[in-house]
């Protein structure tokens, strides 16, 4: 049974950091695709970063470029996202994704394209 276990979530204040990290098991993503999804509230999921085998660097979405890092340890299946200059609109649930497959660039942003998914951890931004 494979399983993306998420952890590091909280409650923070704007411009703080964070680090949030995601374990897998029950099958190796060293040659897939591994990534963070988020979800605020009323809204849709969305597309936060992403890193595939094989590349130099990961793929961000514009609204986080800059401010978060995303990071993969193929030895030990783990993929993390720091998180710096938090901001408000950052609140949301965090969700670590993956899929065994090198997705195409065009698919890397659609959730719909990674097989697992793990429960989410809450990320708030507030004063």
């Known amino acids: 049974q494979v399983q993306l276990v998420e952890s590091g979530g909280g409650l923070v204040q704007p411009g703080d950091s964070l680090r949030l990290s995601c374990a897998a098991s029950g099958r190796t993503f060293s040659r897939g695709t591994m990534g963070w999804f988020r979800q605020a509230p009323g809204k849709e999921r969305e597309f936060v970063a992403a890193?595939?085998?094989?590349?130099?660097?990961?793929y961000y979405a514009d609204a986080v470029k800059g401010r978060f890092t995303i990071r993969r340890n193929n030895a030990e299946n783990t993929v993390s996202l720091d998180m710096t200059s938090l901001k408000f609109e950052d609140t949301g649930v965090y969700y670590c994704a993956a899929d065994a497959s090198r997705l195409i660039l065009s698919s890397l942003r659609s959730g719909a394209n990674y097989d697992y998914w793990g429960q989410g951890t809450q990320v708030t931004v507030s004063s």
């Open positions: 890193f595939r085998y094989g590349d130099s660097n990961p």
